[in-house]
């Protein structure tokens, strides 16, 4: 029965990726799926998270800049831009030969690099709008 219910908790949590618009932090899957199962805790949906990353049915951006990491319903090959000012996630598509920049990375002591990931970092459209509105009243 208990094999069950943890079944079921990792079907809800890989749901709320899949529903979630954008790329969800930890927390913000926790929440969707509190809102509806009160019983479940914070610790399950993170494990399922882990799980669900290690066995490729979900994608992760890893943090770099003391954000946390976020989710991601796309599994395929794909870089993120970060907006420095909300913290949202923003997928990009940008095509570059990636086995031959990891071929151009020369590492010491043998080294070998099985992957990387690019990570962009800026302001949102809609955070510079922002900005841009409270330059006029300032
Ligand atoms: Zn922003
Ligand atoms: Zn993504």
Not at 48 to 75: C, M, P, Q
Request: net charge negative; hydrophobic share 30%.
């Amino acid at each position: 029965m208990k094999e069950k219910r943890n079944t079921m908790q990792k079907e809800l949590t890989y749901d709320a990726v899949l529903h979630y618009p954008g790329h969800p932090s930890a927390d913000d899957v926790y929440q969707v799926i509190s809102s509806k199962y009160k019983s479940i805790s914070k610790a399950t949906v993170y494990r399922n998270l882990a799980s669900l990353y290690s066995d490729g049915k979900i994608g992760r951006v890893i943090s770099t800049d003391g954000w946390e990491a976020r989710f991601d319903h796309r599994t395929d090959k794909h870089s993120h831009a970060v907006c420095k000012s909300c913290g949202r996630v923003f997928d990009v598509d940008v095509s570059y030969d990636s086995a031959a920049l990891d071929k151009a990375v020369c590492m010491e002591d043998g080294f070998e690099i099985t992957s990387h990931e690019l990570i962009f970092e800026g302001i949102c459209k809609d955070c510079r709008e922002k900005e841009k509105e409270n330059e006029k009243w300032n």
